[in-house]
């Protein structure tokens, strides 16, 4: 089973910087796709930023230029840098592991909190 802990989260200016951290117990397929999704209270989750196996990224547009994700495959951990953070980015921030499609596996963790200050 894997497994998947979140750290880095915390309270933070706007304009501040925060490096979010996800490290993976377990047997992860080399094939998979990496992310970040988060979650402001009363909205629904959503994708910040994935990697691929391959090296691919994707960003929410509200993200880009400001977030950058990366992955160290020796230690099975992905990062979220973020930068120039706004009051908006202000939720739950969540790591996901899954197959390409989703529907092999799909793997969350408990998610860590991230609160931007004005």
């Known amino acids: 089973q894997v497994q998947l802990v979140e750290s880095g989260g915390g309270l933070v200016q706007a304009g501040g910087s925060l490096r979010l951290s996800c490290a993976a117990s377990?047997?992860?397929?080399?094939?998979?796709?990496k992310g970040w999704y988060r979650q402001a209270p009363g909205k629904q989750r959503e994708l910040v930023a994935a990697?691929?196996?391959?090296?691919?990224?994707n960003y929410a547009d509200s993200v880009k230029g400001r977030f950058t994700i990366s992955k160290d495959n020796a230690n099975n951990t992905v990062y979220l840098q973020m930068n120039s953070l706004k009051p908006e980015d202000t939720g739950v921030y969540y790591c996901?592991?899954?197959?390409?499609?989703?529907?092999?596996?799909?793997?969350w963790g408990q998610g860590t909190q991230v609160t931007v200050s004005s």
């Open positions: 996901n592991v899954r197959s390409p499609t989703g529907r092999r596996y799909d793997y």
């Open positions: 377990g047997s992860i397929f080399s094939i998979n796709v």
């Open positions: 990697i691929t196996s391959g090296g691919s990224t």
